[in-house]
Nanobody, 129 residues
Framework: QLQLVESGGGLVQPGGSLRLSCAASGFTLDVYNIGWFRQAPGKEREGVSCIASRGGRTKYADSVKGRFTISRDNAQNTVYLQMNRLKPEDTAVYYC??????????????????????WGQGTQVTVPS
């Protein structure tokens, strides 16, 4: 079964940190761009970060730039999202997704949901105000 599984979410105080993981099973991630998205209650899904298949290109939403870092370990078939200096507005369900597209899509079309082939089930991140 081909799937992505996110983990690492939880409740953290403002200013704290979490590291989310996105692990693939049934396929290898090394030919996929990986995007992280989030959706807060009552809001539309938004793109957070993207990393190209070989890790050379990354993209961040302005709202998380300088606080979040995306990385990947293709040997472990896992992508990470390190989230520092968390704010209440970061509260959302976080999803990872895999797209088998050229690396430059991470720069040009990082938040186009329809290019992604696989999606995880999401992990909740809560930062109380």
């Amino acid at each position: 079964q081909l799937q992505l599984v996110e983990s690492g979410g939880g409740l953290v105080q403002p200013g704290g940190s979490l590291r989310l993981s996105c692990a693939a099973s049934g396929f290898t991630l090394d030919v996929y761009n990986i995007g992280w998205f989030r959706q807060a209650p009552g809001k539309e899904r938004e793109g957070v970060s993207c990393i190209a298949s070989r890790g050379g290109r990354t993209k961040y939403a302005d709202s998380v730039k300088g606080r979040f870092t995306i990385s990947r370990d293709n040997a472990q078939n896992t992508v990470y999202l390190q989230m520092n200096r968390l704010k209440p507005e970061d509260t959302a369900v976080y999803y990872c997704a895999a797209a088998k597209v050229p690396d430059y899509y991470c720069s040009a079309y990082p938040w186009s949901g329809n290019i992604y082939d696989y999606w995880g089930q999401g992990t909740q991140v809560t930062v109380p105000s």
